[in-house]
């Protein structure tokens, strides 16, 4: 396993979430719903999981896709630590408890590996 491309394509995965989460903040039927909000995720993840897959495995790299889905999550929970918790869920009366341990990143998180995993069986292994 490349272990620095491994955090690039968690981190990239990580921007575009975020970004996605961004621009649902504005859309008016979506900005006050965590699920309807956690549902365009849920869909949006597919794509955006397979871009950070691929970036990872265009080098020929064959890492089971189970351990890189972990280590790329891993990668994102760190970064919703360091970043979304802090500047983003802590001002608007949350916490570091209601952020992890809500069902819905539960559920992002099986989906991020599972998708990961299928990739890697349909396209590398």
């Known amino acids: 396993m490349k272990i620095s491309r491994a955090i690039i394509s968690g981190a990239l995965i990580w921007i575009l979430?975020?970004?996605l989460f961004t621009l649902m903040?504005?859309?008016p039927v979506l900005k006050d719903s965590e699920f309807q909000q956690?549902?365009?995720?849920y869909v949006f993840l597919v794509p955006i999981v397979m871009l950070g897959a691929s970036f990872y495995y265009k080098k020929g790299y064959g890492t089971n896709g189970f351990i890189l889905g972990l280590v790329m999550a891993a990668v994102g929970l760190v970064l919703d630590a360091v970043i979304t918790v802090p500047y983003v869920i802590?001002?608007?009366g949350g916490s570091y408890a209601s952020?992890?341990?809500n069902i819905f990143l539960l559920i992002t998180a099986i989906e991020?590996?599972?998708i990961t995993y299928f990739?890697?069986?349909l396209n590398v292994r």
């Not at 956690?38 to 995720?41: F, K, R, Y």
Request: charged share 5%; hydrophobic share 65%.
């Open 25 to 27: 903040s504005f859309v």
């Open 112 to 114: 991020f590996v599972g």
């Open 119 to 121: 990739y890697w069986k």
């Open 17 to 19: 979430v975020f970004l």
């Open 90 to 92: 802590i001002p608007h």
């Open 99 to 101: 952020f992890y341990l």
């Open 38 to 41: 956690n549902l365009v995720l």
